[in-house]
């Protein structure tokens, strides 16, 4: 149980990571492609991606019951 707990800790992580990066670089193309290097949208693209990582590990840690990644083959 605690190395289920330990991997979805480590999934919840990168995943948040990923998403605040991405939010991060989409908020700093948009600032200086079409909003003349203002700050809002790189702030704005960063809790973006804060609240879908967020949004995921909620889903991820109240979903006990569910496997990543795991592929089950028939016979």
């Known amino acids: ?8 800790w480590d999934r919840c992580l990168a995943d948040s990571a990923v998403k605040i990066a991405t939010g991060l670089g989409v908020g ?14 790189v702030a704005f693209g960063s809790g973006v991606g804060l609240g879908m990582g ?3 590990c909620q889903q991820d840690f109240r979903s006990p019951y569910q496997l990543h990644g795991h592929r089950v083959k028939e016979q």
């Open 1 to 8: 149980m605690a190395n289920e707990h330990e991997q979805k």
């Open 28 to 41: 700093i193309v948009f600032s200086v492609l079409f909003f003349k290097r203002r700050t809002w949208p």
């Open 54 to 56: 967020y949004s995921n």
